[in-house]
C-alpha cells in the first residue's frame, strides 16, 4: 500500500483578524493616546505641571484598555457585564414567569428573553412542504430552519469525508452571496433517547398469536434498548436582514424565502447533510419547547407518534418559570450551563476534531453545540485579506529570533488565505456556543468537569458565559439568534475596543 492511500486530509489555516491600533489598545485607545500625547505636548510649552494634568487622566482611562483576559476582553467590557448584571437582578428581570397565573396579557407561555418579542410566521416552499418564518420585529430579522439527517464519518472513505468537507466549504463560501443574509447557526442537539418512538413501531406490531418467548424478547429489547442508546438532531438556521431597497410585507419577505430553500437544501445534501427538509412552525415549537422543559420530550414524541401532530404554537413554546443566576439558568424541569468559546483549535486538524464535543455526553440531560456563522461579503473579505497580509508582513520583517519564526509561520498563513480569497473562497467569521442541561443543580459541576474534557480532546478553548446565561441559552437555540445583532454597542465599535 502507498503513503499516498494512508495520508488523510488536514485542515485549519483559520486566524482571528489583526485588531486596528497599537498592541492591546485597539484603535480608539490607540487615537486616544496619540491625541493624549499631543495634547500633553502643548501643554509641556505652558509648564511641566500642566502636561502632568493632562497626562494622568489619559494614563487612567488607557490602563483599562491595556488589561485584557485570556480571551481578548478589556477592563471596560468585563465591568460592563457586571453592572448589566447588577441592573438585571436590581430590577428583577432575572427572573420570569408565564402562564395564566402570570401578570403577562394572554396567560400563554411566550419565550422569555431575546425571544419575547418575535412571532412567527409560516410558509410553503417550491415542494409544497410547510416552513416557519420567525420575525424578530426589533431588527427585522426573519429566521427560516432548516433540519438534516448527516449521514457521519464512520466506515466512510477519507477521500468522501474530504469531498464532504469541500462541500461544506462551497455551501459556505455561497451565503456570502446570499442577499440579506447576516449570519447563519449550525445546532446539534443530542439527548439520551425516551424510548418513545421505539416502542410506538414494535409494540403495536407484535403479534397476538406470537410464542410467550418471542414477545418477552421484543417487550425486553424495547424496555433496555434506550438506556444505551441515545438521539441527535442537526438544525440550520438562516437569519435575513433587510437587503436595500423599499420596505417588504412578511407576505413578500415568505415567497422570496420559498424560492431559496430549494437550492440550499441541496447544498446540504452535497455536503453529507442526508435528508434535508425545512422545520414547520410546529416542530419548531416543540424543539423550543423541550429545551425549556426536557421532561416534556417523551409527551411530545407520544403525540406526534400516536397523532401525528401536537398543536403546539410558538406563544405556548417558553417556560412557565426561569431564573437566572450568576452561573446557571434554572428552566421548569432543567438547569443548563453555557460555555462560549475562546480559541479555536491551533494548527492543523482533522476533520473529526470536534467529534467528541459533539458525541452525547453521559450524565446530562440535553446538550447543544451551536456554531454560529457570520459570512462577509467578497468586498469585506479582500479587504480584511489584504490588511491581515500586509501586517504579517510586517510583523515577520521587524521580528528577530524565535519570534521571527512566529511571525513567519504567520506571514504564510497569511499569504494562503490571500491566494484562497483570491481564487474564490469565501471569509467567514465564527464562533461555537455549548448548553449543557443536567435535572438538578447539583449536577452542575460534574457536567462542568465533562464540557472540560470535551473542549481537551476537540483542542479548544472555552470559557462559562457567567452573569449572561439566559442569553447565552437562547443563543443556542436555533432560532437564529445572532450575538452580534442584538448588542447595545454595535458591533464595529466593540472591534475598536
Known amino acids: ?5 494512508l495520508t488523510r486530509p488536514t485542515y485549519g489555516n483559520w486566524r482571528r483578524p489583526r485588531r486596528p491600533g497599537l498592541g492591546p489598545l485597539g484603535l480608539l485607545g490607540t487615537v486616544v493616546a496619540f491625541g493624549g500625547l499631543l495634547v500633553a505636548l502643548l501643554a509641556s510649552l505652558v509648564s511641566l505641571t500642566a502636561a502632568i494634568v493632562v497626562l494622568i487622566p489619559v494614563g487612567l482611562f488607557l490602563a483599562p484598555l491595556a488589561l485584557r483576559t485570556v480571551d481578548g476582553r478589556n477592563v471596560y467590557q468585563v465591568v460592563a457585564v457586571r453592572i448589566g448584571w447588577f441592573r438585571r437582578k436590581a430590577n428583577g428581570s432575572h427572573t420570569y414567569v408565564s ?55 464512520s466506515l466512510v472513505d477519507p477521500e468522501q469525508v474530504d469531498i464532504w468537507v469541500a462541500s461544506w466549504g462551497d455551501w459556505l463560501a455561497r451565503l456570502s452571496h446570499e442577499p440579506g443574509l447576516r449570519g447563519a447557526q449550525v445546532v446539534i442537539e443530542t439527548a439520551p433517547d425516551t424510548g418513545t418512538r421505539l416502542a410506538a413501531e414494535v ?10 418467548a418471542a414477545r418477552a424478547v421484543m417487550e425486553e429489547v424495547v424496555a433496555r434498548y434506550p438506556s444505551a442508546s441515545s438521539e441527535m438532531h442537526t438544525y440550520i438556521a438562516l437569519t435575513y436582514g433587510p437587503s436595500g431597497g423599499p420596505k417588504r410585507s412578511i407576505e413578500d419577505v415568505i415567497t422570496d424565502l420559498s424560492m431559496r430553500l430549494p437550492g440550499l437544501l441541496s447544498g446540504l445534501v ?8 425545512p422545520l414547520s412552525a410546529e416542530r419548531l415549537s416543540e424543539v423550543v419547547r423541550v429545551a425549556y422543559d426536557p421532561a416534556v420530550a417523551p409527551d411530545v414524541l407520544s403525540a406526534r407518534a400516536e397523532q401525528s401532530t401536537t ?11 426561569a431564573v437566572e443566576s450568576v452561573q446557571s439558568y434554572k428552566h421548569d424541569s432543567g438547569v443548563s450551563r453555557t460555555w462560549m468559546l475562546t480559541l479555536a483549535p491551533r494548527g492543523t486538524v482533522r476533520s473529526s476534531v470536534l467529534r467528541g464535543l459533539l458525541e452525547p455526553a453521559a450524565g446530562t440531560r440535553r446538550k447543544r453545540v451551536s ?21 504579517a508582513h510586517f510583523m515577520a520583517g521587524s521580528k528577530r529570533g524565535l519570534v521571527q519564526a512566529r511571525a513567519s509561520s504567520e506571514m504564510q498563513a497569511a499569504e494562503q488565505t490571500a491566494a484562497e480569497e483570491a481564487a474564490g473562497a469565501g471569509l467567514v467569521e465564527f464562533s461555537l456556543m455549548v448548553t449543557v442541561t443536567v435535572d438538578d443543580e447539583a449536577q452542575l459541576p460534574d457536567a462542568a468537569i465533562t464540557v472540560r474534557n470535551l473542549q481537551a480532546s476537540s483542542r479548544i478553548l472555552m470559557r462559562p458565559a457567567d452573569r449572561m446565561q439566559a442569553s447565552a441559552f437562547t443563543c443556542t437555540l436555533p432560532v437564529g439568534l445572532l450575538p452580534w445583532e442584538h448588542t447595545l454597542v454595535p458591533y464595529q465599535i466593540r472591534e475598536a475596543l
Open 1 to 5: 500500500m502507498s503513503t499516498d492511500a
Open 99 to 153: 402562564g395564566p397565573l402570570s401578570r403577562r396579557t394572554g396567560g400563554r407561555y411566550h419565550p422569555p428573553g431575546l425571544l419575547a418579542r418575535t412571532r412567527m410566521h409560516e410558509g410553503r416552499d417550491a415542494y409544497n412542504r410547510s416552513f416557519g418564518v420567525l420575525h424578530h420585529p426589533g431588527r427585522n430579522l426573519y429566521t427560516v430552519v432548516l433540519a438534516c439527517e448527516p449521514d457521519g464519518g
Open 203 to 212: 409494540l403495536p406490531r407484535i403479534s397476538p398469536d406470537a410464542p410467550a
Open 270 to 277: 452535497a455536503a453529507g447533510g442526508g435528508s434535508a427538509y
Open 311 to 321: 398543536g403546539l404554537e410558538w406563544a405556548d413554546a417558553g417556560p412557565a418559570a
Open 371 to 391: 456554531l454560529i456563522y457570520r459570512p462577509i461579503d467578497p468586498a469585506t473579505s479582500a479587504r480584511i485579506v489584504e490588511s491581515d497580509r500586509r501586517a
